[in-house]
């Protein structure tokens, strides 16, 4: 295992009696329709929601596509429980952790969608040999994630790594796990697990606004915005589609 469990563990058991139900799911989901609406996907089967969270996004979907059975996984009880309460046909969830590759068997889904859940993940091989184990041939994998090329994230990295991990853990100002890796990081893991090549687009900043860590980062974006605006070449997250080939 590559992500230190326990304080994951912590971490989100703490923000599910704060911040959960996630305040941004519902821009999240209103983006990801945008995408597959404009690329004309159509989703059924069976997707794997990875850190679902309590579930606001895989339920949006599995609402708005009859024939998508939605699964959630989550590593914190807690968030899990929260999920629950709110239960909706379509979609279920459980308590389990995406590096162990017993979790599910050989070929299990359709599509995988990861919305802010692999930068909690200092390395990704694991993770995307799981995926490729667990997707079925011409299965898609929805990822939508930090961008850490993009200045403002490259600031937060920054200002994490002069407070300390243990510290922004202790007053949940970010997961022990938390890393803003670039694109071009995410591509070598893609590229590694024999994914077909990735179509890549860049979507809007955050309007993430939780807590006063988020809401300074985003005050920066804007000033950054406003007095450079041709400086941002890069966004502040992006989204991606793979395609696991299918070997004749």
């Excluded at 071009?184 to 955050?206: C, H, M, T, W």
């Excluded at 606004?209 to 502040?236: E, K, V």
């Amino acid at each position: 295992m590559t992500q230190d469990e326990i304080k994951e563990i912590e971490f989100f058991d703490r923000a599910a009696r704060s911040i959960y139900p996630f305040p941004d799911a519902g821009y999240h989901a209103f983006i990801i329709n945008i995408i597959l609406n404009f690329y004309n996907i159509n989703l059924s089967g069976r997707m794997l929601e990875c850190g679902c969270g309590t579930g606001e996004i895989g339920k949006y979907l599995s609402k708005r596509y009859p024939s998508l059975n939605v699964e959630g996984v989550d590593i914190s009880k807690e968030i899990i429980n929260k999920n629950c309460e709110t239960p909706q046909k379509g979609y279920s969830c459980r308590r389990g952790n995406l590096e162990n590759k017993r979790l599910f068997v050989k070929e299990s889904f359709d599509s995988i969608l990861c919305v802010g859940f692999l930068h909690h993940f200092q390395y990704l091989d694991l993770l995307f040999d799981n995926f490729s184990f667990w997707i079925k041939p011409d299965g898609l994998i929805f990822i939508k994630e930090p961008n850490g090329d993009n200045p403002i994230n490259k600031l937060s990295n920054f200002l994490r790594n002069i407070i300390g991990k243990n510290r922004c853990f202790k007053y949940g100002w970010s997961s022990f796990n938390e890393s803003n890796h670039p694109l071009s990081f995410y591509l070598e893991a893609v590229k590694k697990s024999g994914f077909s090549n990735p179509f890549i687009i860049k979507s809007i900043q955050d309007s993430s606004r939780f807590n006063l860590w988020f809401d300074f980062r985003q005050l920066l974006f804007n000033l950054m915005i406003f007095f450079a605006p041709n400086a941002f070449n890069t966004r502040n997250n992006f989204f991606m589609v793979i395609r696991k080939q299918r070997h004749e």
